[in-house]
């Protein structure tokens, strides 16, 4: 920020701005030429595999997007980063599994007769069970998070609380480790939902699957999202959460109870990362201790992306992070064991040129 | 009456479920065994030592639960009555809850289920152990009975200490006991006489050079690893806890200083066979070239989006040496083994002791580097801007070119002790260099008190030294960082032994925001 006054920073300051824009143009060139060399120049890939890419990165970013709403409720409050909020999300997977494992066990009784399972029988009640236990779970753990390592710390300077996040999130992923174990585990879905079954489309001469496990990933967000917009935007919690988020203070005065209404922001954030555990476990598949770890900083990218504080920026964030993350290694001709390195690059450079995000300014850059 | 009754209830939830926590994650058994190392007790009938110490442990949880049921929701002082049944209602709901997973455990262990699949630390041996060798349902009465009584037995010992008021008399004895000794003549003469700090030094030294030669070969080489922490918590410092630069993405500097070395000597990949000594300062300087590469970018960041930043930039680098793509240049997944070590005058070093001398002269050096620089204009100048980065840009601070010089300097450090770490181990590789060597270094300098020399390496030797001490918590111990973490920034936010001004500004300011409510729920007016 230029301080009026001061010539020296102001020219300084112009000279960064001048560096960022030839910075972006050099490297959004790049990207345009590699885009435009690899679909219409050298053509790696066929058309349905740039479509398999597309319909994986856009599942896979509707789950980051509810991740990242989390992220962005609980900043937009506190103006902390819930660092333990991808392990929540790891709480609420190993929930779900639970439940599909014993669901798996018990028998359907002698009505159906045959020797399925209850889960195979009635896999409509079991997936929602698996969901509300998830989430149930996930939402209790955010609850307690709050009041146990958040709460005592109101008002102290900025540091400490995300230091206790950073603490909370090293305690979580051990308890995982030491109580269920290092392995990575199976979800066992109803056979109806088997990973990797789905509708099949023509794309010229190729197929494409659209996986049910997929479809339900991506209607379910969109649920969640909906009705989460609507919690905010039309119920009187959600106006009192945008008080809160407005002016704390000013908030009390109004009669608002502030930490209640905090409490109840981690509840819903534990809800959604829940959700997004069921539904990591069920469309990838393999739930283990550090599973929450990646996809929470990926969020937290989505949610800087989309301007943090700002719903609808986390939910374009989430989608936009997914689809680039699927067809960015394609695109850059990188090893897809770097798959990650794009997410994490593209955190850095859009704190570092654009911290505010693509939807907008919530936060003045003094926040930041 | 009831509120009351109502806390000593939460109580006894609260230690329900850590004390099943502690079963579900095998501590209790663990626990058992160090009470056993203390205690050699002869169990007599069917109780084997083995039951009968993990009763011990479980008493001690039964008497703090009983304790802290007692304690709960202070209000006028309780008669012996009310704090016997608020602790005993404590210990039984503690005991119901610790009952009824003994009695699912061991009746699905009666049923042969295998839950080790599940929940990998109930073996069947830490089953029997906690049934103390009975049927689940009687196994479940016993506890629930046995953690009532103890529950009892805490509170009457609360309420004895609470009633006797030697506490505050006894601490206020002590207080004037301290000062009234810090103002005696003598001793401030002693202590302004600048012969009593050498002297000090002196025998400090004199106890360093002796100590490696005292110990054996493993603890050598602990404390060359508690030393190298040193050296990262120091450079950590100037950064976050002199310059207030939250830094998560330090173990980068660390990795380039670690491979420099690595790839000048090894004979694979790049068979150069350098010189150690050659590559000490080109890892330092190349340490400080990454930091201020990292620094520029983020030079206008601020608090917690700095410390993600970084953490991008740590996992980005600890993603490239994990992969393929640079195992021709690094190495790839395996790192490099075969690292060169010194030699003196044409003498290798070998031994461990020997890396420890060479480890503990690093370590002075840079203590006395950081001692002079916290004291100069630029280590002031980090202090100002860390306290209001406006405010000192208003003082004629340039904000820029100083925390470029905090973030060389730091990175630097590490790169020092990245070099160090390489040459000793003979092998670097990815899995040295994750991010839990940041967390670890952030971690004691918390531990330790950010700002403050004494403070870092008091956090090294207890993140690093203590855990080597009690090697049966190992797989506890990055569980109890963790808990540690959040447990400082409540209680004690400004470490251990903290810098005088971090004490005046790490506690949370109650005027800034609604504070924490009232416990019973009540509003303020």
Redesign the interface.
Same mark, same amino acid.
Do not use: W
């Given at each position: 920020m230029p301080?009026p006054g001061s010539t020296h920073?102001r020219r300084?300051f112009t000279a960064?701005r001048i560096a960022q824009t030839v910075l972006g143009v050099v490297f959004g060139g790049y990207l345009a030429w590699r885009l435009f060399d690899i679909v219409f120049v050298h053509p790696a890939y066929g058309t349905e595999t740039w479509v398999q890419f597309a319909i994986s990165g856009i599942v896979l970013g509707s789950v980051y997007a509810i991740i990242a709403i989390g992220y962005t409720l609980v900043y937009g409050i506190l103006f902390?980063?819930n660092f333990a909020h991808g392990d929540i999300m790891m709480i609420g997977a190993f929930g779900g599994y639970?439940v599909l494992?014993a669901l798996k066990t018990i028998p359907a009784g002698t009505a159906s007769g045959s020797g399925l399972s209850f889960l195979d029988a009635y896999p409509i009640p079991a997936i929602i069970l698996t969901f509300a236990v998830g989430i149930f779970v996930a939402a209790l753990s955010g609850y307690l998070l709050e009041k %146990?390592?958040y709460?005592?710390?109101?008002?102290?300077?900025?540091?400490?609380?995300? %230091?206790?996040a950073?603490?909370?999130? %090293?305690?979580?992923?051990?308890?995982g480790q030491?109580?269920?174990?290092a392995q990575r585990r199976d979800y066992a879905n109803p056979a109806v939902l088997t990973r990797g079954s789905g509708w099949n489309i023509a794309i010229g001469a190729e197929n494409v699957v659209l996986t049910y496990t997929g479809v339900l990933t991506f209607v379910l967000s969109v649920l969640l999202m909906v009705g989460l917009y609507v919690l905010v935007r039309r119920t009187r919690l959600g106006r009192a959460m945008r008080a809160v988020a407005e002016n704390?203070?000013v908030a009390?005065l109004m009669g608002i109870d #502030?930490?209640g209404v905090i409490s109840r922001t981690f509840i819903i954030s534990g809800a959604l990362a829940g959700a997004a555990g069921v539904m990591w476990g069920i469309h990838l598949g393999l739930v283990y201790y550090f599973v929450g770890f990646v996809p929470g %900083?990926k969020a937290?990218?989505a949610a #800087?992306l989309g301007g943090i504080g700002n719903i609808p920026g986390a939910m374009l964030g989430g989608l936009f992070l997914g689809v680039v993350e699927a067809l960015g290694p394609a695109v850059l001709g990188l090893?897809f064991?770097?798959k990650? #390195?794009i997410a994490?690059?593209i955190?850095?450079l859009v704190?570092?040129f654009r911290?505010t995000g693509i939807l907008g300014e919530v936060l003045t850059?003094d926040k930041? | 009456m009831k509120t009351k009754l109502r806390e000593s209830l939460k109580a006894g939830l609260v230690y329900g479920i850590v004390t099943i926590f502690l079963f579900l994650i095998g501590f209790t058994g663990t626990a058992a065994n160090l009470v056993g190392k203390v205690i050699h007790f002869g169990a007599g009938g069917s109780l084997t030592p083995a039951m009968a110490n993990l009763m011990i442990f479980l008493a001690v949880m039964g008497i703090l639960a009983g304790y802290a049921g007692a304690r709960a929701a202070k209000g006028q002082a309780d008669t012996w009555s009310t704090a016997l049944l608020r602790s005993a209602l404590t210990g039984l709901v503690h005991g119901i809850m610790l009952a009824s997973i003994v009695y699912l455990v061991g009746d699905l262990k009666v049923q042969g289920v295998k839950m080790t699949g599940y929940l990998p630390q109930l073996l069947p041996d830490a089953i029997n152990q906690i049934l103390y060798g009975m049927q689940p349902a009687s196994a479940a009465v016993f506890h629930l009975v046995f953690m009532t009584v103890m529950g009892a037995a805490g509170g009457a010992a609360a309420h004895g200490i609470g009633r006797g008021a030697w506490r505050p008399r006894a601490a206020a004895r002590w207080s004037a006991f301290r000062i009234g000794l810090a103002q005696r003549p003598d001793v401030l003469k002693l202590r302004a006489n600048p012969m009593t700090r050498y002297g000090l030094y002196a025998i400090a030294v004199i106890l360093l050079v002796l100590l490696p030669r005292l110990l054996g070969q493993y603890w050598n080489y602990t404390l060359g690893t508690i030393g190298i922490y040193v050296l990262l918590g120091l450079g950590l410092n100037i950064v976050v806890g002199l310059a207030g630069l939250l830094d998560l993405g330090y173990v980068a500097f660390f990795a380039i200083g670690s491979y420099t070395t690595a790839l000048l000597t090894a004979p694979n990949p790049h068979h150069l066979l350098w010189s150690f000594w050659l590559t000490v300062p080109i890892g330092i300087v190349l340490a400080a070239l990454a930091g201020i590469l990292l620094g520029i970018p983020v030079l206008r960041m601020r608090g917690d989006y700095l410390a993600i930043v970084t953490l991008g930039f740590g996992q980005i680098i600890g993603i490239l040496l994990k992969s393929d793509v640079l195992t021709a240049f690094t190495g790839g997944p395996k790192g490099v083994s075969g690292v060169g070590g010194p030699t003196l005058f044409g003498k290798p070093f070998a031994s461990d002791i020997d890396f420890v001398y060479l480890i503990m002269l690093a370590v002075l050096l840079i203590v006395f580097v950081t001692n002079r620089l916290q004291n100069s204009r630029v280590g002031r100048a980090w202090e100002a801007m860390r306290e209001d980065e406006t405010v000192a840009r208003a003082m004629g601070i340039n904000v820029l070119t100083t925390k470029l010089m905090a973030f060389a300097i730091g990175a630097a450090f590490a790169g020092l002790g990245g070099v160090l770490f390489a040459a000793r181990n003979q092998f670097t590789g990815p899995e040295d260099h994750n991010l839990m060597v940041s967390i670890n270094v952030l971690s004691l300098l918390i531990v330790g008190g950010m700002g403050s020399i004494p403070g870092a390496i008091a956090g090294a030797f207890a993140l690093k030294g203590l855990p080597e001490v009690l090697r049966e918590l190992e797989n506890y111990r990055v569980l109890a960082f963790g808990a540690l973490l959040v447990v400082m920034m409540i209680i004690r936010p400004e470490g251990l032994i903290p810098s005088s001004r971090r004490k005046l500004e790490a506690r949370p300011d109650k005027n800034a925001s609604p504070g924490p409510q009232p416990e019973d729920g009540s509003k303020l007016p």
């Open positions: 301080e920073a300084r960064y902390m980063i639970f494992e %146990i390592a709460r005592p710390l109101r008002g102290a300077p900025r540091l400490v609380p995300l %230091i206790s950073i603490g909370a999130s %090293i305690f979580l992923e051990n308890a030491l109580l269920f174990g704390k203070p009390e #502030v930490d %900083i937290f990218t #800087v090893n064991q770097l990650d #390195v994490f690059a955190l850095v704190l570092i911290p850059e930041v | -």
